[in-house]
């Protein structure tokens, strides 16, 4: 199983991005799916999930109400949508996949990785 991360760029302070992450296979279609990012020096950190159904999603706090994550099975794909971008949003971001149903905030409970999209903010 595969995951192909894209949509990455650079964008200035207060603009917007919109993150794609495609599945190879489709049994992994409706498994959950998370993305997480880190910054240079920094740990990976979660930054949102989404159910295999899409019905339950959670978010870390740093971006409650300016990201929001979405997915398309017909399209075996999630999505990532980024508005009001900060500096601090900058890193590279990679989508994960569980072999569940339940989305999770964990990253040691994913089992697939994709390999990273770059996001940078200008102040």
């Known amino acids: 199983v595969q995951l192909q991360a894209s949509g990455g760029g650079l964008v200035q302070a207060g603009g917007s991005l919109r993150l794609s992450c495609a599945a190879s296979r489709r049994p992994f279609v409706n498994y959950a799916r998370g993305w997480f990012r880190q910054a240079p020096g920094k740990e990976r950190e979660f930054v949102a999930a989404?159910?295999?159904?899409?019905?339950?999603?959670s978010y870390a706090d740093s971006v409650k109400g300016r990201f929001t994550i979405s997915r398309d099975n017909a399209k075996n794909t999630v999505y990532l949508q980024m508005n009001v971008l900060k500096p601090e949003d900058t890193a590279v971001y990679y989508c994960?996949?569980?072999?569940?149903?339940?989305?999770?905030?964990?990253?040691?409970?994913?089992?697939?990785w994709g390999q990273g999209t770059q996001v940078t903010v200008s102040s």
């Open positions: 989404i159910s295999g159904g899409g019905g339950s999603t």
């Open positions: 994960a996949g569980r072999s569940l149903v339940v989305d999770t905030m964990r990253p040691e409970l994913y089992d697939y």
